[in-house]
């Protein structure tokens, strides 16, 4: 039996040449997810994700699949789990949104997930401690909007229930 050859392997927390050893096959899969098609005419590119993207239904969960190999490569990388937290949120957001019609297909293409992911593991790799707090900080700030927008429209929906019930009674 042939022996299988993972593109991502667990990299040594101790080791000081960490961030050099993020596979190159995951770093050339960014690539073609993010920046592989030039735009003719312009200096932008797009990715594979992007055009799959076009696909209902199949290319988002392709574009899902393929972003979670960027975070399995930072999982096995070592990198801190408030940075995975906050890579799990951007392939989240990416894939909420690239579902929405038209406007998620846009955002697809805009929208370099994959590369701000393996951004963050080299950043995570060479500086744990700063890339550590502030994925926290971002994750916690999201969240606080979040809940803020759950919270007041909760609130509109209580004000407008209680509108309603004073005109009919």
């Not at 995951?26 to 005419?41: M, V």
């Not at 697809?108 to 080299?122: A, E, Q, Y």
């Not at 916690?140 to 429209?153: D, E, K, M, Q």
Request: aromatic share 6%.
């Amino acid at each position: 039996m042939s022996e299988h050859r993972l593109p991502i392997r667990r990299i040594d927390p101790a080791d000081p040449h960490r961030a050099a050893k993020v596979s190159p096959r995951i770093q050339q899969l960014t690539w073609i997810l993010d920046d592989a098609i030039r735009i003719p005419g312009t200096t932008k590119r797009v990715g594979v994700d992007g055009v799959v993207g076009l696909i209902p239904g199949i290319g988002d969960a392709a574009g899902l699949a393929a972003g979670m190999i960027v975070v399995a490569a930072g999982i096995l990388g070592g990198v801190a789990v408030p940075t995975i937290l906050r890579m799990l949120w951007n392939v989240t957001i990416d894939a909420t949104l690239g579902a929405i019609p038209f406007a998620g297909d846009a955002f697809d293409f805009v929208n370099k997930t994959n590369t701000r992911n393996l951004n963050l593991i080299h950043a995570d790799l060479a500086d744990r401690k700063r890339t550590a707090r502030r994925s926290a900080l971002v994750l916690t700030i999201w969240f606080a909007g979040v809940s803020a927008i759950v919270v007041v429209l909760v609130l509109i929906q209580i004000l407008v229930i209680a509108w309603v019930l004073s005109k009919i009674f």
